[in-house]
């Protein structure tokens, strides 16, 4: 068996592409991601429409030359510290590798990144239900967003366009 593999995902690269579809369709399809697949036209042309956004950066987890984890990220930016900030927008792991370490090591690949492009911190959004994530999430140093106790925790909202 070979070792797990990190590395960042290049946009226009086929077979980086066709493997960073397949990871988001499954967790598109895990009741986590939503439980519906992809859509088709939103599938072809993800790839293509991500090499265009500057502050995206991707990482896949490829073990024995296979697929089983990413995460996708985007630069963003600290008003209060007047610096970049990475967003963890999806990180996904194949239900068959989930407990083993490649959550771990994909939020290694999006620190390192953020560090080498002088970011103050590291952001993403968990449901409340996923206790799994959170845990991990917790013990990889996350913590839930807050400035004054007396305020509350931040919560994140959407409002579909």
């Known amino acids: 068996m070979s070792a797990l593999q990190v590395q960042r995902v290049d946009y226009l690269n086929a077979h980086d592409a066709q493997a960073l579809v397949f990871l988001l369709d499954a967790y598109a399809q895990d009741p986590m991601g939503g439980g519906e697949a992809l859509q088709a036209e939103a599938a072809a042309r993800l790839c293509a429409d991500l090499s265009r956004i500057p502050s995206a950066a991707s990482f896949i987890a490829w073990l024995d030359d296979k697929p089983i984890g990413l995460i996708n990220c985007f630069e963003g930016y600290s008003t209060f510290k007047a610096r970049p900030l990475l967003n963890v927008h999806d990180i996904a ?5 989930r ?22 911190k590291l952001t993403l959004e968990v449901l409340s239900g996923n206790a799994p994530a959170m845990q991990s999430y917790k013990r990889f140093g996350f913590e839930q967003y807050e ?6 925790q931040a919560q994140f909202m ?3 366009l």
């Open 93 to 97: 792991v194949l239900e068959g590798h």
């Open 99 to 120: 407990g083993q370490g490649v959550g771990h090591a994909l939020l290694q690949a999006a620190e390192s990144h953020a560090r080498s492009r002088g970011c103050c």
């Open 147 to 152: 400035l004054d106790p007396a305020a509350g």
């Open 158 to 160: 959407q409002k579909w």
